[in-house]
């Protein structure tokens, strides 16, 4: 570590020497971290103190939703060793560990009647959704020709097929419409309109679509944690279906559990199933690894087209000695149970929070281990840009503990630590969190209060 710390700071300038657009480093605005270890809901960074020292930090992470069963969790640490020392192959080879890891994603899908569910392995999120459009996009008439749905705010992916469906990221550059082949609908945020509203959008976007393929996150996460009010997954998939269309449910994200008992996948009790479901962070703890899976009656056309599929790395074997590791740690820390339980914690602490600062804090959402504070400059409502930021950057800088921003307006301080978080994290999570409310507050009274719109995320 020492050795490595030496190099740090050519370390920093080989990242900032990049090009500008892949520069995105957290706190760049206030002290980037150089994180060199972690453990559970931890993460250490160092820094230089004086001559010959060096000053470790340890911080609380609050931002990191992949390490979904702790940092360097030491028994998907101690599978990825054992079979890399064994082999790492591709996925032309047979292995009983792929067949293991298919049969327990399969176990947590629901049934579907005269069919059944194929699971493919890809390497990141990315993959597995620019990989479920072709498949969707083959499952119709229309093929490439046909229309897209997602939300006006979803983010899906970084290739040139996620970006066209990522209104997120084109908002980011002024584009402001749908790209051609693509519709939006209005994220369903029942902070700013009721859902009858976003009922009838889904009416009005669906209108004259023949064959729709509709690509959704279950769990807005960039949207700043926007999950569909009751009623509205059902209307919104019986309209694509009706239309003869195909349904993409993006878990990339919260699947894994990270919305607490019963919902593996977030979708569960919303009485729909999905055509095909992806999720991809949190299910290699860190390793890259990601599955797309679909109903053999949706990819029969991908099937039969004649093109191969072959992904490279997608499925090696210590990939999916990492992911079943995973699997099996979050059976064996019931981190479903926990992120209900815990989850509750937070989010009856952040209840009690708004009820004392009603000017501060206009909404708190979210389910399990993802949750949102939606943060309002006044008792106007307008958001909170400045605050939040100012929020994140003093519970880093003051107490140690890292939050993140998301949203339409950057308002949202989102809470999506490893699933693994307990008690004592809980406790003095909220411990800071009124901390900073309340310095918040007072830098406000006394006109202290000056932050730029930048984000420290
Ligand atoms: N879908 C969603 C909902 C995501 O949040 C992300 C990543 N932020 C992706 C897809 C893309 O995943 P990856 O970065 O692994 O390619």
Redesign the pocket.
């Known amino acids: 570590l020492r050795q490595k710390f030496d190099s740090l700071s050519s370390l920093q300038e080989a990242r900032t020497s990049v090009t500008p657009s892949c520069q995105s480093i957290s706190y760049s605005n206030t002290k980037p971290l150089a994180v060199m270890s972690g453990e559970n809901c931890y993460l250490t960074s160092y820094e230089s103190a004086g001559q010959h020292g060096i000053e470790a930090t340890v911080y609380l992470d609050t931002r990191n939703n992949v390490p979904s069963v702790g940092h360097s969790n030491p028994v998907v640490v101690k599978a990825i060793a054992e079979q890399a020392e064994l082999v790492n192959t591709n996925t032309r080879y047979l292995h009983p560990d792929f067949v293991e890891l298919k049969q327990k994603i399969i176990q947590t899908l629901p049934d579907v009647p005269d069919d059944d569910w194929q699971v493919i392995l890809t390497n990141?999120?990315?993959e597995s959704?620019d990989l479920a459009l072709r498949i969707a996009k083959c499952n119709t008439k229309s093929g490439d020709r046909g229309v897209v749905i997602t939300t006006d705010i979803g983010?899906?992916?970084?290739t040139a097929s996620l970006i066209s469906v990522s209104p997120y990221k084109l908002k980011s550059i002024g584009e402001t419409s749908p790209r051609k082949g693509t519709k939006w609908l209005k994220h369903p945020n029942t902070y700013t309109r009721g859902a009858q509203y976003y009922i009838e959008d889904v009416e009005e976007t669906l209108k004259d679509t023949v064959e729709p393929v509709l690509i959704f996150?279950i769990g807005m996460?960039v949207g700043g944690v926007i999950l569909p009010p009751e009623g509205y997954l059902g209307h919104l998939v019986n309209g694509v279906k009706t239309r003869g269309g195909t349904v993409i449910f993006?878990c990339?994200?919260t699947g894994c559990g990270r919305l607490g008992v019963g919902k593996w996948w977030g979708f569960e009790g919303s009485g729909v199933t999905p055509d095909i479901v992806t999720v991809?962070?949190p299910l290699g703890n860190g390793h890259p690894v990601?599955v797309v899976c679909v109903k053999r009656s949706v990819v029969k056309n991908f099937d039969e087209m004649g093109m191969e599929y072959f992904n490279t790395f997608g499925g090696n074997t210590v990939s999916v000695a990492a992911a079943l590791a995973t699997v099996n740690e979050m059976e064996r820390l019931k981190l479903m149970e926990n992120c209900t339980r815990i989850g509750g914690v937070l989010k009856a602490g952040f209840k009690k929070f708004m009820e004392l600062h009603p000017n501060t804090i206009g909404d708190v959402r979210g389910e399990g281990l993802f949750l949102g504070v939606e943060l309002i400059a006044s008792s106007e409502r307008d958001p909170g840009t400045s605050e939040t930021s100012w929020v994140c950057s003093k519970m880093k800088d003051d107490f140690r503990v890292l939050t993140t921003i998301d949203g339409e307006h950057d308002s949202v301080i989102v809470v999506k630590p490893p699933q693994t978080f307990g008690d004592i994290e809980a406790e003095y999570f909220l411990w800071a969190f009124g901390q900073v409310l309340k310095k918040l507050e007072a830098s406000k009274r006394y006109g202290s209060f000056k932050v730029g719109k930048k984000t420290p995320t």
């Open positions: 990141s999120g990315s959704n983010y899906h992916g970084h996150e996460s993006d990339v994200q991809g962070k990601s």
